[in-house]
Structures are given as structure tokens and as C-alpha cells.
């Protein structure tokens, strides 16, 4: 594989700025399955090997069964996702697709279970992860 620039050690401060993010993200009121949720949708849609495989193994450690991941990518189809999963995961898929925006119907659902500072949190997760897939698809950073 080809050698891409590695921001972390050429720009350290800009890592840092990132990792606060995700400092902020650990101390929010958001439930760390959901979290995890968030990270491995956002990353299924953006083909990032790197996070998917990173935060499979997070999941797996904090209790989400093989089932549920397996089954993330068709969540409309089948009830093993919450109500409030769900709102979330379909609020992760729009906003990862921003270019067809984020539809009010997606919004309203999301905010009418999630009151304004936990939406806050979920959006600034979504656009956290959305973040590090393009660092690491753009210097393809390698699983393992």
C-alpha cells in the first residue's frame, strides 16, 4: 500500500483537537451502545474498514451482540433496534449524506425522544466520526 502523509505525527495539534471531541463525546449523556451504534453506521456508509473494525471490537467490548452488528446495515429491517436507536441511526445516515440534507420528518423524530443537549451530543458525535473516516480513508490508515 502506498505511503500517505501521517497527520498525527506531522500535525499533532490538529490530532489533539480531535481527540477533545472525543473527550467531550465520553463525558455526554449519550448511552455508549448508541455511541458505538453512530460510529460503526457512519463508517459502514463511508467504507471505512479502519473504524468499522475499530469500534466493532469497542462495541463488542461494552456488551453489543454479534447479531445487532451484523445486522446494522439493514436496521430498518428488523426490530432488533430501539425506537431512539433507530431515530438516531436514521439522523446518522442523513447527516453522513449531507448533500441530500437532513429531512425535517428525520429531525422531528429525532428530536421528539432526545431533548435539545442530548441531540446536541448526537449531532456532534455523527459529525466526530464522519470526521475521523476521512482522515483515515484519506490516509489510508491500515486494520491492525
Given at each position: 500500500m502506498?505511503?500517505?502523509?501521517?497527520?498525527?505525527?506531522?500535525?499533532?495539534a490538529a490530532y489533539q483537537a480531535m481527540y477533545g471531541l472525543e473527550k467531550y463525546l465520553s463525558t455526554s449523556k449519550i448511552d455508549p451502545i448508541l455511541l458505538e451504534l453512530i460510529k460503526m453506521r457512519a463508517s459502514?456508509?463511508?467504507?471505512?474498514?479502519f473504524c468499522l473494525n475499530m469500534h466493532a471490537i469497542d462495541a463488542r467490548k461494552i456488551g453489543e451482540t454479534e447479531q445487532?452488528?451484523?445486522l446494522l446495515n439493514a436496521w430498518k429491517e428488523t426490530?432488533?433496534?430501539t425506537e431512539e436507536e433507530k431515530?438516531?441511526?436514521?439522523?446518522?445516515?442523513?447527516?453522513?449524506?449531507?448533500?441530500?440534507?437532513v429531512s425535517?420528518?428525520?429531525?422531528?423524530?429525532?428530536?421528539?425522544?432526545?431533548?435539545?443537549?442530548?441531540?446536541?451530543?448526537?449531532?456532534?458525535?455523527?459529525?466526530t466520526i464522519n470526521a475521523w473516516n476521512r482522515i483515515a480513508i484519506a490516509t489510508?490508515?491500515?486494520?491492525g
Open positions: 502506498e505511503s500517505r502523509v501521517n497527520i498525527q505525527q506531522v500535525e499533532p459502514q456508509i463511508n467504507g471505512c474498514a445487532r452488528l451484523y426490530t432488533l433496534f431515530a438516531v441511526l436514521a439522523l446518522t445516515e442523513e447527516v453522513t449524506l449531507i448533500s441530500n440534507h425535517d420528518a428525520t429531525y422531528q423524530n429525532a428530536a421528539s425522544l432526545f431533548n435539545e443537549q442530548e441531540l446536541s451530543q448526537i449531532m456532534m458525535a455523527i459529525v489510508k490508515l491500515t486494520v
